[in-house]
């Protein structure tokens, strides 16, 4: 990935969390603990796409990947994944530029426009569909969910994380369960500026 600083940290932290008008629960409060089934705006953009990502994991499996997790290097995020509730990613990679619209974004980032999710990033390229945009949850000033969607001219990443969040420690959780590396370390990085 391109994209600097909120895009890469954003979306490796971010996991679509909800309860979808359609899909991603039923846009009301209170059903916004529970992974999202695909909207019908991610099944037109895979239709689209060269190649797709998809990740979904309950709290379940969570755990049983959790104990794959072996090296101390993943000891941080092994502990953070304890406590999670689901870890929800998907990544398009398209064949041409802007292979997906403005409007799409928006309706993406419509199921996070709800009183439990605060906007906490949001970065646009003038004239192009392009952007990041990071929404929290915070329960009791505690962070108990993350969404990051990651717009590039060829791709498109959402990662929506579910439970208790250490900000400290969001970047240990790239390169574990698809989420990607480089979009966590990024997010990290955007969130600490604020």
């Known amino acids: 990935m391109r994209r600097s600083g909120v895009l890469a940290s954003v979306l490796a932290l971010g996991i679509v969390v909800a309860g979808s008008v359609g899909a991603w629960g039923q846009g009301q409060q209170g059903q916004m603990d529970q992974l999202p ?3 019908p705006i991610e099944k037109e953009l895979a239709a ?5 990502t998809e990740v979904t994991l309950d709290k379940n499996m969570l755990a ?3 104990k794959f997790m072996k090296d101390e290097d993943d000891k941080e995020a092994r502990d953070m994944v304890q406590n999670l509730k689901g870890v929800y990613v998907r990544e398009y990679e398209f064949d041409k530029d802007n292979s997906y619209t403005a409007q799409e974004l928006d309706g993406l980032r419509n ?3 709800t009183a439990d999710w605060s906007p906490m990033v949001h970065e646009r390229t003038k004239n192009v ?3 990041t945009d990071v929404y929290v949850k915070l329960v009791n000033g505690q962070m108990e969910g993350l969404f990051v969607l990651d ?3 060829r791709e498109l ?3 929506l994380i579910l439970g208790p969040i250490d900000v400290d420690k969001i970047s240990k959780l790239g390169g574990n369960f698809g989420i990607p590396k480089g979009v966590m370390k990024r997010a990290e990085k955007k ?4």
Request: charged letters at 20%.
């Open 37 to 39: 089934t695909p909207s």
């Open 48 to 52: 689209r796409a060269n190649h797709v």
């Open 64 to 66: 049983f990947a959790a």
């Open 111 to 113: 199921y996070f426009k």
């Open 129 to 131: 569909a392009e952007g």
């Open 151 to 153: 717009a590039e001219a």
């Open 157 to 159: 990443s959402l990662v």
């Open 191 to 194: 969130g600490e500026g604020k």
